[in-house]
Nanobody
Framework: QAHFVESGGGLVQPGGSLRLSCTVS????????IGWFRQAPGGERKWIAC????????TYADSVKGRFTISRDNSKNTIYLQMDSLKPEDTAVYYC???????????????WGQGTQVTVVS
């Protein structure tokens, strides 16, 4: 069974950058669509981006398009989420997840990491 682990969260000032990592064990990246989700305090978990394993095509939510970028390192079985121009409203717990198809729906993802906190504050 695949296991997903996020890392790289932290505290950053508005306008700053962070890079989150999602490392997959028990599976290979090409087998999954990797989705990134976030859940703000008191809010619902929302999809923000995904990359399809086989085609490496990327899709982004409007809220992060142009600021966040997905990349991958197959040798490390790791997907990265580069987050630039961060805003206070980006504060949330960020999750990566693995599924078999490109989707914005939580229910379409079978494997989830534990989440990593990102806090954007002056």
């Amino acid at each position: 069974q695949a296991h997903f682990v996020e890392s790289g969260g932290g505290l950053v000032q508005p306008g700053g950058s962070l890079r989150l990592s999602c490392t997959v064990s028990g599976g290979t990246l090409d087998h999954y669509t990797i989705g990134w989700f976030r859940q703000a305090p008191g809010g619902e978990r929302k999809w923000i981006a995904c990359i399809r394993g086989s085609t490496k095509s990327e899709t982004y939510a409007d809220s992060v398009k142009g600021r966040f970028t997905i990349s991958r390192d197959n040798s490390k079985n790791t997907i990265y989420l580069q987050m630039d121009s961060l805003k206070p409203e980006d504060t949330a717990v960020y999750y990566c997840a693995g599924g078999s198809s490109v989707s914005r729906q939580i229910s379409e993802y079978d494997y989830w990491g534990q989440g990593t906190q990102v806090t954007v504050v002056s």
